[in-house]
């Protein structure tokens, strides 16, 4: 099976609004239980799932060659008499077959066997034997060669020899014969017209299937290695468009419902533009215009909001709620930390209280009377916007009205907690919704695994930042490190020392923490040295940030905690210890949080040796790009598209066959053509899904 193949994830069934368990697909296998246990392994449930598993690569055995023309490095087919077959002991068991054809020997060896096969190579016996011929000390030689019994002149195949991707327990002919009687009983009908599929430059469905398992022997062989050949092209769109067409589908019916209906008054909002010391961005402007329309419609909005670390996402979603609350409607914004959500609470209440709107703070590590008063004045209606945690949707809060729902890193959270928030309305409507990425997601990612949301881009970055200048220095400099940073902090500059991830274990992350916190305090003894880690307790983990902002602390010693939303624009110089282990995102994320004022800033990946080929690959990416969304491309070619998807991938039909990266052009062609399809009503809409999700069903309801 493809290696990129994201895992489905399994999720606890929670009290609101469950995810429903996808059915199981049509069962028609011809097959006992212990074979069907066999290739479920391969993810083979129907027939129509056998037609789908398609090679790993080819054997050439349409044509026999003569052994002495044989050693050539390549695999071949030969064809000989059996003269003798022996087991040997030299020094290890070993069966020794000598054939001859004509004037030329062959020896063949095995050093496993069963002694079927000792009968099966029965002196006289004629074999066809496929695979590599070398010299050996007799001559010709073959070890463990593919081995059958023929009749002289016998038939040989006419097409390729399909090799499949297969399980132990399950040989390469009993599969290659389930996919053969798959082949010739399912009907394998198309599902696509025959004048659509000439525009389109496409071949027939039956025929490209059967291209790809039974190739002939003048097939371009690199295409169909590469994936490039058109037989190719037919299954990767086929599969794009089962994927388009659920998704958009699932756009649609969303847009069939009910939302309030929230046009922009301008008072609210622009009162706002008219506080702040700056002017929105072009880009800002363009998605706050795009947004201000989708609330103004009366069906609920779904849209997710990209845009590179710093691009200014905020400010946008805060015109955005205050446009819902210019018509009478509550907010809620949610973050998946509670260092993240306090940035935007702080942020946001500094925005909006002066304008007279009632902004709240809700989060898990409230005390008890504090958050019974904020889920309190929810409920009421007096909190006008709601900023917080996984808190916000626990069924102790309900709101009064709801009209606009916003989440911030939405991939770190789960269909099913958007969907409770959802169902938190407390109006009987749909609240609209507006999702930000803090990670950039590919176009390709986007056009197709989010192909049921709006998606708006915020492509460029407030006027007056000068980009931060990144550097990879081995962990044996250090010295030069610190000296850099106390030359900083000299200067009135701020910087930030990033503590090691340590993925297996918090407590040696913890430890870690208290170290390096430790080591910089003696390190430098006239800085002020703060620390901040995930297991401090809120309120000290805010008084640590308003230190840091206020300049009481010159060198933060971090975790990875500070990897989103902090926002100190004096900070000016990034430290990251053992940069080899994160990931592409995590490390932009973090070198995103210095670069946020006009001084010129710095970013310094520490890193260990030896490096791992990614490691090193990852970091000469990040060393050489500072576009968010061409790391994220990078990133998608290096990874796959599994890490992006998070929560998605519980319901997104997946892709095998189509590469985001190479198949943009079908993306495109699939895309369009879905929402004709549709539109048109098209009966090949659900011919089509049945054939390629047939009953897997997908839910992308949030
Ligand atoms: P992100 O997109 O990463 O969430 P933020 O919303 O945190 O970015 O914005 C980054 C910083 O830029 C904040 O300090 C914000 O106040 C500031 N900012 C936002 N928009 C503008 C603008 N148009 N001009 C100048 N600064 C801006
Ligand atoms: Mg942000």
């Given amino acids: 099976m493809s290696g990129r193949e994201p895992k489905r994830q399994a999720k606890a069934a929670p009290p609101v609004a469950a995810e429903p368990a996808p059915v199981a697909p049509r069962d028609d296998l011809v097959a006992g239980p212990v074979v069907r246990t066999k290739l479920a392994k391969l993810g083979i449930h129907s027939r129509f799932d056998l037609v789908l598993h398609l090679p790993l690569r080819y054997e050439d055995e349409t044509k026999l060659t003569p052994i002495s023309e044989a050693g050539t490095g390549e695999p071949v087919l030969v064809e000989a008499d059996v003269i003798e077959c022996e087991v040997k002991y030299r020094p290890r068991r070993t069966l020794v077959v000598k054939l001859a054809e004509g004037k030329d020997e062959l020896w063949v060896r095995f050093l496993n066997f069963y002694p079927s096969q000792v009968k099966q190579m029965a002196p006289g016996r004629r074999l066809r034997l496929f695979g590599e011929v070398r010299p050996g000390f007799f001559g010709a030689e073959m070890v463990h060669p593919k081995v059958r019994v023929v009749e002289k002149d016998a038939p040989l195949p ?14 390469q002919a009993n599969l290659r014969g389930f996919i053969e009687h798959a082949l010739d009983t399912l009907l394998l009908d198309d599902t696509l017209e025959p004048e659509l599929l000439e525009r389109l430059a496409l071949g027939p469905f039956r025929e490209c299937v059967l291209t790809l398992h039974r190739p002939p022997p003048d097939v371009a062989r690199e295409s169909l290695d590469e994936r490039t050949h058109p037989a190719w092209r037919r299954l990767k769109f086929d599969e794009l468009l089962a994927q388009q067409l659920a998704m958009r589908i699932a756009y649609r019916e969303r847009r069939g419902k009910a939302a309030a209906r929230m ?29 201000a329309h989708d609330l103004g419609q009366p069906h609920p909005m779904r849209r997710l909001l990209q845009g590179d670390v710093g691009s200014g996402k905020t400010l946008v979603a805060a015109m955005a709620a205050l446009q819902a609350i210019e018509n009478g409607w509550q907010v809620a914004l949610m973050a998946p930390t509670e260092i993240l959500a306090e940035q935007h609470y702080l942020k946001l209440a500094h925005w909006l209280e002066p304008l007279g709107v009632k902004v709240s703070w809700l989060a ?8 019974k008063a904020a889920v309190e004045a929810i409920a009421r209606g007096e909190t006008q916007l709601a900023v917080g945690t996984h808190a916000l949707f626990q069924d102790d809060v309900v709101f009064e009205r709801l009209g606009l729902a916003i989440v911030d890193e939405q991939h770190r959270f789960g269909v099913v907690q958007r969907l409770a928030l959802a169902a938190k309305a407390g109006t009987g409507l749909e609240p609209h919704q507006l999702m930000m990425s803090a990670t950039p997601i590919p176009r390709t990612l986007s056009m197709s695994y989010y192909a049921d949301l709006d998606v708006s881009v915020i492509d460029e970055l407030p006027p007056g930042r000068t980009p931060v200048v990144t550097k990879l220095v081995e962990e044996s400099r250090r010295d030069e490190v610190i000296r850099r940073v106390r030359e900083s902090c000299a200067e009135g500059e701020q910087a930030y020392w990033v503590c090691p991830l340590i993925e297996e274990s918090e407590t040696l992350q913890l430890k870690t923490a208290l170290e390096t ?25 805010a008084q640590v940030m308003a230190d840091f902002k206020a300049k009481r602390v010159q060198l933060l010693v971090a975790t990875t905690v500070i990897e989103v939303g902090v926002d100190v624009p004096n900070a000016t110089l990034m430290v990251i210890e053992h940069a080899e282990r994160m990931g592409l995102a995590q490390l932009h994320q973090l070198r995103g949080r210095v670069g946020r004022g006009t001084a010129r800033s710095l970013a310094i990946l520490l890193y260990h040796q030896p490096l791992s080929e990614t490691a090193r690959e990852r970091l000469k990416i990040i060393y050489g790009n500072t576009d968010g969304f061409e790391i994220a491309r990078q990133d ?25 990266e190479r198949d943009v052009d079908l993306i495109e062609l699939a895309r369009e053509l879905a929402d004709t399809m549709i539109a048109e009503r098209s009966h090949a809409v659900e011919r089509h899904l049945d054939r390629w999700l047939g009953h897997r069903q997908f839910f992308l309801k949030a």
Wanted: hydrophobic fraction near 40%; proline fraction near 8%; charged fraction near 25%.
């Fill in 158 to 171: 006419s097409s390729l020899t399909p090799v499949y991707p297969t399980t132990a327990g399950m040989s």
């Fill in 263 to 291: 046009p922009d008054k301008h008072t609210l909002t622009n009162a706002l533009e008219k506080s702040l010391p700056f002017t929105l961005t072009r880009a800002q402007k363009k998605a706050h215009a795009t947004i």
């Fill in 364 to 371: 898990g590590s409230l005390k008890a009377r504090a958050k």
């Fill in 517 to 541: 916190f430790e080591a910089m305090k003696a390190t430098f003894p006239d800085l002020a040295v703060g620390l901040v880690h995930g297991r401090l307790k809120p309120d000290e983990k």
């Fill in 636 to 660: 998608l070619l290096l990874r796959g598209p599994g890490e992006y998807l998070g929560s998605r991938q519980s319901g997104a039909p997946l892709l095998r066959f189509a590469d985001l």
